[in-house]
């Protein structure tokens, strides 16, 4: 697997976006109506999600802990509750399923849960995916590519910025053995932290 893309939590997502903006990065809403998200694509490597709060409506959250996946519940929630900044991280694999990644999950004996998501982005292209949540909060999530790819190509940000140059991401020391198995992207750095997440530019 690869990174996919790092989660910056916003208390306000019009005031995050903003913020970006001023700082030189072209940033677009998720969806043209009701957006609960913002993205900024590179054209290589991982992207940013800049988030407000997950679009899960109360009733799913009831749901999810009904069937016994309240874990997934406290993932969104513990983002929720951090200050503003890089609060989480998802791997995308290179495939249409998690066959792989599931194995290897089930090998360090963790579980999971798997489903799949879309959205009608902001120039009316309809993404499709599929995500799988650990149980494990000190892991990252993981989803599969988008069905079209949203990236621009040969892009460069208005700061000069063409990409994410490094990621350190916290985790637990026994969890580092399966991260490695999981990722195999030289982006990615490990190290033993509560879900710290750092990133660098690359220009």
Known sequence: MKVSHVIYKVENLQAGYSYFESKGFKI???SKK???NALIYFSEGPYIEVLESAPLPLYAKLFLKLIGKHKVVDRLNSWKNKKEG???LCLENY???FEKEKRILEKYNQRY????SKRLDSVNRLLKWKLLFPDALSLPFLMTYFNIDPKPKRYVHPNGTKGIKRIS??????LIPLMNELC???TLDLFVGNGVVKVEYGK
């Open 169 to 174: 991401f916290g985790t637990e020391a026994d």
């Open 28 to 30: 677009e809403y998720g």
């Open 34 to 36: 009701n957006p609960h």
């Open 113 to 116: 849960f798997v489903t799949k």
């Open 184 to 186: 195999d992207d030289d």
């Open 86 to 88: 890089f609060v989480g």
């Open 95 to 97: 495939e249409i399923n």
